[in-house]
């Protein structure tokens, strides 16, 4: 905007200290925009105006800091007892020791990683010279609380069988034979009531395949039974039984060297080192399914009279089972 000013007017303004601003050719500002200023705009009404106060310049902002280097966390440390055991070959010349020196080698046994959860060893017991042997799988909790296989509800119903057909775990026991009160539908023979009359006082040993027990009761592990093994055989060799009852599915099958179930292999006799098997359920396995109870005393009814070289007088027909 330009103050049209005469002659004395200027001289008074100069009179009075007033500087008059005038704009530079071609900075003239565009009449038609209204109200527009430049930023820098000094003059109001004419007059310089004073300078519009300049801001500091803001401070820099500070570099970030440095990132801390990366370290790598410790490993956490093992919880006790979760390291690998420390395992020691099985001792040599199992074959050939007698029964303090084989016990004695199970005691101290640290073939297998077993050795690390089990709280003893689960050797065997009854008389270490019987026509009858017993053999499982592997001991369960009771077991190897107590260092005796077959214990507990299982180990019940075991005595109960056994006592059917005139055994005892405890050979001086005198034991009542209770066939003819058995729950089941099959009856032995009358030779075989006759032989277990006879045989009331009759001891049987009984051990498991392997000698200590699998973490939560798992089934037991290929490399488990290869290291235990050795054990039962020896203990087969040193009771010398006519004849043996095997029990469960990874008994069977690893005295047996078979993949087969145990429904299969009913019904006939197998031979492991020269002695006569005869395949059954394991005890825990009929408390589960009761309904082959009778198929158990079958089994036992078989067993008597294989041990006296008889013939089976009934069959069992092939199955499907798994257990």
Not at 40 to 55: C, D, L, Y
Not at 197 to 221: E, F, H, M, T, W
Not at 264 to 282: D, E, N
Not at 289 to 309: I, M, S, T, Y
């Amino acid at each position: 905007m330009t103050l049209n000013l005469d002659p004395r007017q200027r001289a008074m303004l100069a009179e009075m200290g007033v500087r008059l601003w005038a704009p530079r050719a071609g900075n003239a500002l565009d009449s038609g925009a209204a109200g527009a200023r430049p930023a820098n705009a000094r003059v109001q009404s004419g007059i310089e105006a004073p300078a519009a106060p300049v801001a500091p310049a803001a401070a820099p902002a500070p570099a970030p800091a440095p990132a801390p280097a990366r370290t790598r966390a410790p490993a956490p440390e093992a919880a006790p007892g979760s390291h690998a055991p420390l395992l020691v070959p099985r001792p040599e010349g199992v074959e050939a020791m007698d029964w303090r020196q084989l016990e004695a080698a199970v005691a101290g046994c640290r073939a297998c990683a077993l050795c690390a959860t089990r709280t003893q060893t689960v050797f065997g017991v009854g008389a270490r010279q019987a026509d009858w042997m017993v053999i499982g799988e592997a001991p369960g909790e009771t077991e190897d609380l107590r260092g005796e296989p077959f214990v507990g509800q299982a180990g019940k119903l075991l005595d109960a069988m056994l006592a059917a057909i005139g055994l005892s775990r405890q050979a001086e026991d005198a034991i009542e034979s209770i066939a003819d009160s058995a729950d089941s539908t099959l009856t032995c023979g009358q030779k075989d009531q006759e032989t277990a009359s006879k045989d009331q006082k009759q001891g049987v040993y009984i051990a498991n395949l392997l000698k200590c027990r699998p973490p939560a009761n798992r089934n037991p592990q290929p490399d488990e039974i290869a290291q235990c093994e050795p054990y039962l055989r020896r203990q087969v060799a040193l009771v010398q039984p006519r004849i043996i009852l095997a029990m469960g599915r990874f008994a069977v099958q690893a005295l047996l060297n078979t993949d087969e179930p145990i429904g299969r292999l009913r019904g006939r006799a197998h031979h492991y080192q020269g002695v006569p098997v005869i395949v059954t359920y394991h005890p825990a396995y009929l408390l589960r399914a009761p309904h082959d109870k009778a198929k158990a005393w079958a089994d036992l009814c078989l067993a008597l009279q294989v041990r006296e070289g008889g013939q089976p007088s009934y069959s069992i027909s092939s199955s499907t089972e798994h257990q």
